[in-house]
């Protein structure tokens, strides 16, 4: 019934396996990719015919987590998967990136990856699974795609490169790099490092390179045995019609890129665009081959004038940044803010501090688990001033955010040092390159701004490659023209010490280690000039949080303690909440956080859980109220849930017949702890004390009582 064929290697002290022929047998392709225990099927399915009306390649590559694969039952009230996660989009756009590049040009017919993580065995992450099994069904599927690709995951421990470490391998890890490429050269890197130099991110880069060549050699044995036959190239255009469009459009083209400002130079093509249309009207040409011709004239005309004349279109030099302008403390009544403006590229920057009770709650297939620190990034239609759809965070920002999110997280205090929460919100305002890179810089002057002590201040900057049978030339800061014309989108994230956040993607067949090394020497001088301009408006984290931010104190109280500061039902903690207007977090370990936005409050709650915890002291003078009167004494509330009974004979300094000739219910009074027994019953005494200035009288007490 079935015709299966498998292939298996050892591969970083575990076995690999891919198998196809018995499951999903209806799609183009499909793989069942094994590693340990984490098992993926990746399936590929492209339509027959060309969809109508496009002129880019409509590919959807979708990766979906399963909870059956942990042995979990979603939680919720439908109790199924619902909406991806971010780790599931995430992982999608991680393999959309290396893929997209090595389809044929020209081949516009819809298709459609999609992996689903059957088992995982909470060690070995999915993603590099999947991305193996989808280049593995891919490459087997007759489908015109110029691979196999191989990818694999690289920490770093000790000085040592480490190849797919586990889960609790990269806890210690100073890196964690995923690197995608083909045979001959790398495709995409994504990452996040630890201050590490440009040298040691080379060498992981080229390690992961060197490692994942196994995996191609095992996709192609693969294909040899099973692969489907392949499908028919897309037709080439007619090289009269390609003479025609570059003779009527060459022209205007140049002149058009010699406008350096963005809108007006986008206008100008707009017509150039249209007016080439219109010269084809009623000839029978198809108008999107119409428009890629228009594309490649001018892509012809950038890369040959960058190469020969290593001028930009706005004129820089190669390494050259935009000018840059930096602000800070831009809105009034927010914790921190940042107004970071790069060229044409402008991102709003906010930062909120919040308290533990803030956290995002995370349910994982690995577990639950809470974040403390979030970063979400926004990209209005406005910033390029165009209308479009706005709604919930599309894929391309969830992925800004985290990349910018990586950039920032190594450079985070300790909880111990400083236990906010942490949300950034980076709202982009004008968009012509790298808003990500605007938005680390932004982040981290906000967070500076709101007076959270990042250990050092941590810029980005993206880089660009134009390469030709000429020559190649690394483009620092690029615009969006340059990112849309250009082979490579490479961004670098980090500090003076080196780098945290390394993005990499690849519109050709993949750059060499030649390239990758320039283009790191590069992004470290335009990192390093970023940063000194950064420094203008903020060097060094503000000494304080701001007068809008809440003050948190934190306490240590006994672990038996914790019942009687919460109360039955946390009616008590509820009470010091709702009376003080703190807010207060109580960890397992007796850690107690008063967060309150005066000084004022925060004060109060702490009086008042500190007086439920401390422990009376023989001799001292409290003030309390009275709670009960009773035949031989009142008792006195003095220390939050602590009542102490002043017997009738400590009253006053005289003999009393009745007690409610000295106290009534509701009476504030000042007592003296007289004793303390094993069993928590405390002695009081009034008459030892000066009701009026709280003076301890008892030195000039008599023996004898004054009669009444």
């Known amino acids: 019934m079935f015709n299966i064929t498998k292939k298996s290697i050892e591969w970083g002290g575990r076995v690999l396996t891919l198998e196809t022929g018995r499951v999903a047998r209806q799609a183009d392709g499909a793989v069942l ?84 993580l059957l088992s995982h065995d909470l060690q070995n992450d999915p993603d590099v699974v999947a991305l193996v099994g989808a280049s593995a069904a891919l490459t087997i599927s ?22 797919n470490p586990t889960k609790a391998e990269l806890l210690d890890s100073q890196l964690d790099l995923i690197v995608a490429g083909t045979k001959k050269s790398v495709l995409m890197v994504e990452s996040e490092a630890h201050e590490l130099s440009e040298e040691v991110m080379l060498g992981a880069v080229m390690f992961g390179h060197r490692e994942m060549q196994p995996v191609m050699d095992m996709i192609v044995d693969l294909a040899e045995i099973c692969a ?124 909120t501090l919040g308290t533990s009770q803030d956290e995002q709650r995370i349910d994982a297939l690995d577990g639950e688990y809470t974040e403390g620190f979030m970063l979400h990034y926004n990209f209005p239609p406005y910033s390029t001033g165009e209308t479009g759809r706005m709604g919930s965070p599309g894929r391309r920002e969830i992925g800004h955010g985290k990349l910018a999110w990586r950039a920032v997280h190594p450079l985070l205090p300790e909880k111990d040092e400083f236990p906010y929460t942490l949300r950034c919100v980076s709202e982009i305002t004008e968009s012509n390159g790298s808003s990500s890179m605007a938005t680390v810089c932004g982040t981290s002057l906000s967070l500076m701004d709101a007076g959270a002590p990042l250990k050092r201040p941590v810029a980005g900057i993206a880089m660009g490659l134009i390469k030709e049978k000429s020559g190649f030339i690394v483009l620092s800061d690029i615009l969006g023209d340059e990112d849309h014309l250009g082979d ?37 001088g335009g990192r390093k000039h970023i940063l000194g301009e950064m420094g203008k408006a903020l060097s060094a984290p503000r000494s304080s949080v701001g007068r809008t931010a809440p003050r948190i104190t934190s306490m240590t109280i006994a672990k038996d303690k914790i019942r009687e500061v919460i109360g039955s039902g946390g009616k008590v903690i509820r009470e010091i909440c709702e009376v003080t207007g703190a807010k207060i977090d109580i960890e397992d370990d007796g850690t107690v956080r008063i967060a309150a936005t005066s000084e004022e409050a925060g004060k109060k709650a702490y009086d008042w859980i500190y007086s439920i915890v401390a422990e009376p002291e023989i001799g001292k003078i ?73 003076e301890d009288i008892s030195h000039r007490m008599t023996k004898e009582r004054k009669p009444a």
């Open 622 to 694: 409290y003030t309390g109220k009275v709670v009960r009167v009773v035949d031989f004494g009142a008792f006195v509330n003095f220390m939050g849930p602590k009542d102490g009974l002043v017997h009738i004979s400590e009253l006053a300094d005289h003999r009393v017949n009745k007690v409610e000739d000295i106290v009534q219910e509701g009476d504030s009074v000042k007592v003296k702890v007289l004793e303390m027994d094993n069993r928590g019953k405390i002695r009081l005494s009034m008459r030892m004390v000066d009701q009026e200035s709280g």
């Open 488 to 524: 490579m989108d490479f961004k670098v994230a980090g500090t003076e010490k080196g780098i945290t956040a390394l993005q990499m993607d690849i519109k050709i067949d993949g750059i060499t280690e030649e390239i990758m090394k320039v283009a790191l020497e590069q992004a470290h």
């Open 142 to 163: 007759g489908i015109p795609f110029m691979g196999p690709i191989g990818g694999c995951r690289v920490g770093y421990v000790n000085g040592e490169y480490l190849l």
């Open 228 to 351: 489907k036959d392949p499908w028919e190239m897309p037709k080439t255009v007619d090289a009269k019609l390609v003479k025609e469009v570059r003779e009527l459009a060459e022209a205007d083209l140049r002149a058009a890129y010699k406008i350096t400002g963005k809108q007006e130079r986008s206008n100008k093509l707009d017509e150039i665009k249209a007016k080439v249309k219109v010269a084809f009207e009623g000839r029978g040409h198809d108008d999107k081959v119409i428009g890629n011709q228009v594309k490649k004239v001018e892509q012809d005309i950038v890369r040959t004038d960058y190469v020969q004349s290593q001028k930009r279109i706005d004129g820089r030099g190669p390494a050259d940044i935009r000018p840059i302008q930096c602000e800070v403390g831009v809105l009034p009544m927010t914790h921190g803010s940042a107004l970071f403006t790069r060229g044409e590229t402008q991102a709003i920057v906010v930062a």
């Open 33 to 116: 990719a094994t590693y340990g225990n984490t098992v993926v099927l990746c399936t590929v399915v492209s339509a027959k015919t060309p969809k109508p009306d496009v002129d880019f390649f409509p590919l959807t590559v979708n990766y979906q987590e399963k909870a059956f694969a942990a042995g979990k039952i979603p939680g919720g009230f439908f109790k199924r998967e619902g909406r991806p996660t971010e780790k599931e989009v995430l992982t999608s756009r991680l393999i959309d990136r290396p893929i997209r590049p090595l389809f044929i040009s020209g081949f516009y017919h819809e298709t459609q990856v999609v992996c689903t």
